[in-house]
């Protein structure tokens, strides 16, 4: 992990300080993975914006919890047309766990990433998933290594970038799915205007999915313009006091159909 730990929040640099210590799985996984590429083309085929819905109970960013079931939480953004989910595994500071990945991926029939903050190959083998995130800027140097690790083991490897600088790297570590996460690890704020400064350099062979910061359907629309092959959307899904033009608040199947329509009706 080569980490200027000196430039992130503390928030952050906690989080890295509990990853760096977890340990990983006691034995070698391997994954018959649901494609993202395959899901991506059946929501497109269908209408729908391709969302991958988040289950995060809490975060660093956030107020609160929300202690739902994440099985039901899963079922209900799947109903709501969600192509794909992410549930976060980390436990100490998104309240994650590995078994609610296995639940919810027993649960459902469309992929499911793996949310957390792997740092060395061992912690692939916590858990079997579809995808699973691998940070650019967390992993450094070994990021190539970690690719081909999680290829081996079946796994789809999404990596994570913020800066071309990061996108660079990941291209040359072989990554196909990138994610551009608009919320800058340094200090925590989001800004949509990243995705559109780093997406244009994405080669068009290479999936790009926009993270964070989608709250609107029109904030959706605008990563989709940018050219957003997917969208990664967490808060805003999750949101259990927000209320739509409806009037539905919390209402998580709700939440997600706000974003897997945003192309086929105006936000009223
Ligand atoms: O979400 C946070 O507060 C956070 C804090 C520190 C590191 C990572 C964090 N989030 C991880 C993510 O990237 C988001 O959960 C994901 O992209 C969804 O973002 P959003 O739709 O803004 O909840």
């Given amino acids: 992990m080569n980490t200027r730990s000196e430039e992130l929040a503390p928030a952050v640099r906690s989080i890295l300080e509990a990853a760096s210590e977890r340990s990983g799985g006691d034995e070698r996984v391997s994954v018959d993975a649901?494609?993202?590429?395959?899901?991506?083309?059946?929501?497109?085929?269908?209408?729908?914006?391709?969302?991958?819905?988040?289950?995060?109970?809490t975060s660093p960013t956030t107020d609160g919890a929300r202690d739902d079931d994440p099985v039901a939480l899963a079922a209900s953004m799947v109903e709501g047309g969600a192509a794909a989910l992410s549930v976060l595994t980390e436990p100490e500071h998104f309240d994650g766990s590995v078994e609610n990945l296995t639940r919810v991926r027993e649960a459902v029939d469309v992929p499911v990433l793996r949310k957390d903050f792997i740092v060395r190959e061992d912690q692939l083998d916590a858990a079997e998933a579809d995808l699973v995130l691998l940070i650019a800027r967390f992993v450094g140097d070994d990021l190539a290594d970690l690719v081909e690790a999680a290829r081996d083991r079946g796994f789809q490897p999404l990596v994570e970038v913020h800066t071309r600088e990061e996108l660079a790297a990941a291209l040359a570590a072989g990554a196909e799915l990138i994610g551009v996460n608009n919320r800058d690890l340094g200090r925590l704020e989001v800004d949509l205007s990243t995705f559109e400064s780093v997406a244009p350099e994405v080669p068009d062979r290479v999936t790009v999915i926009a993270e964070s910061g989608i709250t609107t359907p029109a904030d959706a629309r605008r990563?989709?313009?940018?050219?957003?092959?997917?969208?990664?959307?967490?808060?805003?899904?999750?949101?259990?006091?927000?209320?739509?033009?409806?009037?539905?608040g919390g209402d998580v199947s709700a939440n997600t159909r706000r974003f897997t329509a945003a192309e086929s009706e105006e936000e009223v």
């Fill in 223 to 248: 990563m989709r313009e940018a050219g957003a092959d997917g969208l990664l959307i967490g808060s805003a899904i999750m949101d259990s006091e927000g209320e739509d033009a409806s009037g539905t």
């Fill in 34 to 57: 649901r494609s993202l590429s395959e899901a991506f083309a059946a929501a497109e085929a269908d209408g729908r914006v391709p969302v991958i819905a988040e289950v995060k109970p």
